[in-house]
């Protein structure tokens, strides 16, 4: 079947840098999207690899490997705003994408 | 600004009865999707429109169907609620569907109560 596993809650002081991680099973591979959603409202695009490598936006950056079925989203200079549900999404063959349960990030001061 | 649009933000409806949710787009989107989603949970594809072709999921239940009447606009019909229903609705957009960059944009979602 097809799978998305990250953890279900992290916690991290503000300033600091996390990384939240994610492994994937999925019927074929078309890339991996992460998105963050703040509680009661929809998600919203943070990033998209599907080559092997490091993807940098700004305080947010991507990482995939695909030969272990492997991401991470790191983020640094945490800040309060960061607090949120970040979810996890691999596109298999037919290009359907299957979400993770999300990983809830509590961001102390 | 191009975005997507749902209507409305909280619905409260009683058990059994129908319920509309509308969806509306600027962003000129040949796909649009209807997700379900529930408290720390993932969201569940419901269907999704490619242009006027309509793809339903194996596990979406029939009392749960859809209209894209045009490019711009999507409904979710709930026709007989119940206590299980009560979720997060999700309308969501993507220029194509068959490349991976497809990234899908979501709506601000619609809260739906059954009471």
């Known amino acids: 079947g097809q799978n998305i596993d990250q953890p279900t809650e992290m916690t991290a002081t503000e300033g600091a840098i996390v990384q939240i991680n994610c492994t994937y099973q999925t019927s074929g591979f078309n890339g991996l999207f992460w998105y963050q959603q703040h509680a009661g409202e929809a998600p919203t695009f943070l990033s998209y690899n599907v080559l092997d490598g490091l993807e940098e936006k700004g305080r947010f950056s991507s990482f995939l490997s695909r030969s272990k079925g492997y991401s991470y989203l790191l983020l640094k200079e945490l800040q309060m705003k960061d607090s949120a549900s970040y979810l996890c999404?691999?596109?298999?063959?037919?290009?359907?994408?299957?979400w993770g349960a999300g990983t809830k990030l509590i961001i102390k001061p | 600004d191009a975005m997507v649009i749902q209507n409305p933000r909280y619905q409260v409806t009683q058990f059994g009865k129908p319920v509309t949710l509308s969806c509306s787009q600027t962003?000129?989107?040949?796909?649009m999707y209807w997700y379900q989603q529930k408290s720390s949970q993932a969201p569940k594809l419901l269907f999704h429109?490619?242009?006027?072709?309509?793809?339903n999921e194996a596990d979406t239940p029939d009392n749960f169907q859809s209209r894209r009447p045009n490019t711009s606009f999507c409904f979710l019909d709930i026709r007989s609620p119940g206590l299980g229903d009560a979720a997060m609705y999700l309308c969501?957009?993507?220029?194509?569907?068959?490349?991976?960059?497809?990234?899908?944009?979501f709506g601000p979602g619609t809260r739906l109560t059954v009471l």
């Open positions: 429109y490619y242009d006027k072709d309509f793809n």
């Open positions: 999404a691999a596109m298999d063959s037919n290009y359907q994408l299957i």
């Open positions: 969501a957009t993507s220029r194509a569907r068959g490349t991976g960059a497809d990234t899908q944009y």
């Open positions: 962003l000129n989107h040949n796909v």
